[in-house]
T-cell receptor, first 115, second 108 residues
Framework: DAGVTQSPTHLIKTRGQQVTLRCSPKSGHDTVSWYQQALGQGPQFIFQ???????QRGNFPDRFSGHQFPNYSSELNVNALLLGDSALYLC??????????????FGSGTQLSVL | GIQVEQSPPDLILQEGANSTLRCNFS?????LQWFHQNPWGQLINLFYIPSGTKQNGRLSATTVATERYSLLYISSSQTTDSGVYFCAVERDNNDMRFGAGTRLTVKP
């Protein structure tokens, strides 16, 4: 049973560019959440997708957008990259139910460096 | 939003020692989880524990929801326990709030 998979593992971009990160949830999960983790800090919630729609959003600008596909996989897009966007981007999957985020499962993350 | 405070920020132990990590949160929650992030960045779910006590091998956790804190106990620590331990809580809006973590170093 594959867990949560993310690609790519590492990415280097320059300021102003755009980036797309990808995530496949754990088998049986229908909900995908994205987090940004800056060095030395805890993960910060970006947004959550369920039934191909953004269900909840954290305090991130519109430069951060996402998409969920019918097979529950998801993409995170970041436009007009800033140096401060350098971070580890984590995808987490869960199964929507009474407690949606019960037992979150995380991928290994994508390390994004913006030069 | 909910504030999550973890203590201590750093902890250094000798192999075999026991430790207690604390998580305080500012409001009632319906979800609390403990995670371990290994040195390669992988976050592993340790416990889903919005209230009560659970044990899994050398690890156990207790959440006292009425007093808004949770404790993670690590007994007979091993070098593989090293990493950062995060507490994360959720009230009712589908976004998990993480604390800043406790960085644990276990020396052989």
């Amino acid at each position: 049973d594959a867990g949560v998979t993310q690609s790519p593992t590492h990415l280097i971009k320059t300021r102003g560019q755009q980036v797309t990160l990808r995530c496949s949830p754990k088998s049986g999960h229908d909900t995908v959440s994205w987090y940004q983790q800056a060095l030395g800090q805890g993960p910060q919630f970006i947004f959550q997708y369920y039934e191909e729609e953004e269900r909840q959003r954290g305090n991130f600008p519109d430069r951060f957008s996402g998409h969920q596909f019918p097979n529950y996989s998801s993409e995170l897009n970041v436009n007009a990259l800033l140096l401060g966007d350098s971070a580890l981007y984590l995808c987490a999957s869960s199964s929507t139910g009474i407690i949606t985020n019960e037992k979150l499962f995380f991928g290994s993350g994508t390390q994004l460096s913006v030069l | 939003g909910i504030q999550v405070e973890q203590s201590p920020p750093d902890l250094i132990l000798q192999e075999g020692a026991n430790s207690t990590l604390r998580c305080n949160f500012s409001d009632s929650v319906n979800n609390l989880q403990w995670f371990h992030q290994n040195p390669w960045g992988q976050l592993i779910n340790l416990f889903y524990i919005p209230s009560g006590t659970k044990q899994n091998g050398r690890l156990s956790a207790t959440t006292v929801a009425t007093e808004r804190y949770s404790l993670l106990y690590i007994s007979s620590s091993q070098t593989t326990d090293s990493g950062v331990y995060f507490c994360a809580v959720e009230r009712d809006n589908n976004d998990m709030r993480f604390g800043a973590g406790t960085r644990l170093t276990v020396k052989p």
